[in-house]
């Protein structure tokens, strides 16, 4: 054996020449089971207060999703049915539910069947087309941010992408942060889209993923969400908590707002606590903003999910209390979209609109709730959400 080194030879000599002396280990903790989901099937009767609230509602938005879903073999009978289908009431609506689908309830692995609704909305910020002092940009997605899909090569990393940037010829390094954004690495990549009044209201735009701009003559630039720089999102409410700034009772986007107002010195500090920016594209059309599905959100009809364990497009129950109080919210809805903070079987974002009275109600949702996944029936699941 060469190159023992002085420890490792103290240590054989020690052992040639004194007793051994076992001494009872503590074996590690076993590694906690992943957190899945178990699918229940249940019948109609089971759904809280079913069929719910505002069918006529989500009825246009299961038509936007039908619009993706129809090329699908599980979904395409389903959908060419819809699609003739005029419904003039919520009772016909409720029957064409019940005579195509399955209630599956979503459970996890250690048989929970609740989990965290927020709330997500379409904001209006004031803005402009050229910089002014306080304002801050909205960016495209600049031309020297690498994506790699790695899926070909590595199976298990479906869904996953990999962004970065060229240092030299060959060598990838992580894309710049939120903060170093902020100090002016990116400047010579920069391609600004718009610019908005204020930054903690620009920062939520981000976080919604979409939003519109009410430019000084009045007209409105829409941008929706095209990429971001590869980190993942961490919430400033939480950083706030965790400064002592906020109790979590309190957290809550009027109560970041505030804070920000108050400490205009650690504004910066605290938006590089999520490193992760958000890169936008020129919208058009009138429509709601466009979700994870490629179709339009419509309000309080569309949601945001984890694909891995309810898939794009599918109708969900949902079953939960309007924030800030105890009043039921019980609804049919459509899973049209993701989001960096919504993982987990049982994780809903609650699309509620467009504008301030929208942002007021997401802003304070954070509700506990049950889901349901409407399956065509005599379909199994999908293994990839399984």
């Known amino acids: 054996m060469r190159f023992l080194g002085l ?129 801050v940009p909205f960016y495209a997605v600049p031309d020297n941010l690498l994506v790699l899909d790695m899926i070909k090569q590595y199976p298990d990393l479906k869904g996953k992408r990999l962004r970065g940037r060229l240092e030299g010829a060959r060598t990838v390094i992580p894309y710049w942060s939120r903060q170093e954004i902020a100090e002016g690495k990116m400047a010579n990549n920069a391609k600004v889209l718009a610019w908005a009044d204020d930054a903690v209201e620009a920062f939520f735009m ?26 993942p999102y961490k919430s400033i409410g939480k950083w706030l908590i965790e400064q002592g700034e906020l109790t979590a009772d309190k957290a809550s986007m009027q109560s970041i707002q505030a804070w920000a107002k108050a400490n205009p010195q650690r504004l910066q500090e605290m938006l590089n606590a999520n490193p992760s920016v958000v890169f936008f594209r020129l919208l058009t059309g009138n ?12 309000d309080e009809a569309s949601a945001a999910v984890d694909p891995k364990f309810v898939p794009l497009g599918s109708p969900i129950y949902l079953s939960t209390t309007r924030p800030n109080d105890n009043a039921p919210l019980n609804r049919l809805i459509q899973a049209q979209d993701t989001g960096g903070a919504i993982a987990g079987p049982i994780r809903v974002d609650y699309f509620w609109g467009f504008g301030a009275a929208a942002g007021q109600l997401a802003g304070r949702m954070k509700q506990k709730g049950q889901v349901w996944i409407l399956w065509p029936k005599g379909q199994e699941l999908p293994k990839s959400s399984l």
């Open 206 to 231: 981000e976080v919604q993923g979409s939003g519109r701009i009410q430019l000084e003559d009045g007209s409105l630039v829409r941008l929706g969400y095209a990429d971001q720089n590869g980190y």
């Open 7 to 135: 420890l490792g030879a103290i240590g054989l000599l020690a052992a040639c020449t004194s007793p051994q002396i076992v001494t009872p280990t503590t074996p590690p903790p076993a590694k906690p089971e992943p957190i899945t989901a178990v699918y229940k099937q249940t019948d109609w009767a089971s759904l809280p207060n079913w069929p719910g609230e505002q069918l006529t509602t989500t009825w246009p938005s299961w038509l936007n999703s039908c619009k993706k879903l129809i090329s699908r073999p599980v979904w395409k009978d389903i959908c060419a049915d819809a699609v003739m289908l005029a419904p003039q009431d919520e009772a016909s609506i409720q029957a064409f539910f019940e005579r195509y689908f399955n209630p599956w309830q979503i459970e996890t692995n250690t048989g929970v069947n609740t989990g965290l609704v927020t709330g997500y909305y379409e904001p209006l910020l004031k803005g402009s087309l050229t910089p002014k002092e306080g304002s």
């Open 287 to 298: 429509e709601g903003p466009i979700g994870a599905l490629n179709v339009p959100l419509t």
